[in-house]
């Protein structure tokens, strides 16, 4: 099962795209009324049904004082041992230590991550130094996993149209 925490646009194209492949999605968003979520053929889950049900859960959600550390030692604990975490979002949702230790003591399975807590990584004598570098059950990219051809360019159309609408007197979406 396929847990997703937010229910945004982006979590909502991945929902579309499990859901192709036959995958069972849920998704908790305080912030979203759970019809819409049903009328996309998603469960609406409690928190604590997400981190405690899914296989591989993925984080969308933004970054507020509510959000940070979210997934820290207690709630790494609580979800399956054979879950992988997913962090597309922003790196200070998930606890680096409590991470760490997570897949190395066996907690889940292992975790990908787009952004790590402090970004870039600590550096010493011009190397990245945090731990998560290390784990074989961890991978973590530069902050940079949208980043395709078909990402940049529709970046730079957005940017234009914007820049246009302004420009002529509408209003910026």
Not at 64 to 70: G, M
Not at 148 to 160: D, K, L, M, P, W
Request: hydrophobic share 45%; net charge negative.
């Amino acid at each position: 099962m396929l847990g997703l925490l937010s229910f945004g646009v982006i979590a909502r194209l991945v929902a579309e795209r499990a859901l192709a492949f036959g995958v069972e999605v849920w998704a908790h968003d305080p912030f979203v009324d759970e019809s819409e979520v049903r009328a996309r053929r998603v469960r609406p889950v409690s928190f604590d049904e997400l981190v405690e049900g899914a296989d591989h859960l993925v984080v969308q959600a933004p970054l507020t004082p509510r959000t940070h550390h979210t997934f820290d030692r207690a709630t790494l604990r609580r979800m399956k041992p054979s879950a992988l975490l997913v962090n597309t979002a922003r790196g200070p949702i998930v606890e680096d230590a409590a991470l760490h230790q997570a897949p190395t003591e066996g907690w889940i399975a292992g975790a990908a991550l787009d952004d790590i807590e402090e970004e870039p990584a600590k550096q010493r004598d011009g190397r990245p130094d945090n731990p998560l570098l290390d784990l074989p059950n961890v991978i973590v990219t530069p902050h940079a996993a949208y980043c395709s051809e078909e990402a940049i360019g529709t970046v730079r159309t957005i940017v234009a149209e914007e820049a246009a609408r302004v420009l002529t007197g509408q209003p910026a979406r």
